[in-house]
């Protein structure tokens, strides 16, 4: 049995720090290679072969690839996402206003919560009995709205 056993204080500080290094490197790399790849099919103004041209010297020759991309488009890449942001904010935002303004109930003037709002303080100012209040709250949420009578 002349197999030597490796303790933890057998591995030097420093081959621990360029270990960690070399893995810090490593998945830095990759995450490079990544954004590079979504960057190249992100762009609208490439075209199909020039995006194919990148994307094979990028898998060819890795580093060399996506140094020459970095050095060569490296610059537009924020614009691009900062533009890819902006687009799917804009797409959220459209989405929340047209979906606040379907559920208006109909009425063209405010959605349904508004107009409880507005019929509990009518009722609050004294103006509207509990029985009204009660008939009108079942008229909006029956989606005919408040101000209409049967």
């Not at 360029?18 to 099919?41: C, G, N, S």
């Not at 020039?50 to 991309?69: D, I, N, Q, R, S």
């Not at 100012?125 to 009660?134: A, H, M, S, V, W």
Request: aromatic letters at 12%; glycine letters at 14%; proline letters at 1%.
């Amino acid at each position: 049995m002349g197999s030597t056993t490796h303790l933890a204080y057998d591995y030097p500080l420093l081959g621990a720090f360029w270990t960690m290094l070399l893995l810090f490197l490593w998945i830095t790399w990759f995450v490079l290679l990544f954004r590079v790849v979504t960057d190249l099919f992100r762009d609208d103004a490439l075209s199909g072969w020039a995006k194919a041209g990148w994307l094979v010297l990028v898998v060819a020759l890795p580093f060399a690839g996506v140094f020459a991309y970095v050095v060569a488009r490296g610059r537009t890449m924020g614009r691009r996402e900062i533009a890819q942001a902006r687009a799917r904010q804009e797409a959220f935002d459209r989405y929340v206003r047209e979906t606040a303004a379907g559920s208006g109930g109909g009425t063209g003037r405010g959605g349904t919560a508004d107009e409880l709002h507005r019929l509990s303080e009518i009722r609050s100012r004294g103006d509207l009995t509990d029985e009204e209040f009660g008939r009108a709250k079942e008229l909006v949420l029956g989606g005919r709205g408040a101000g209409r009578t049967h």
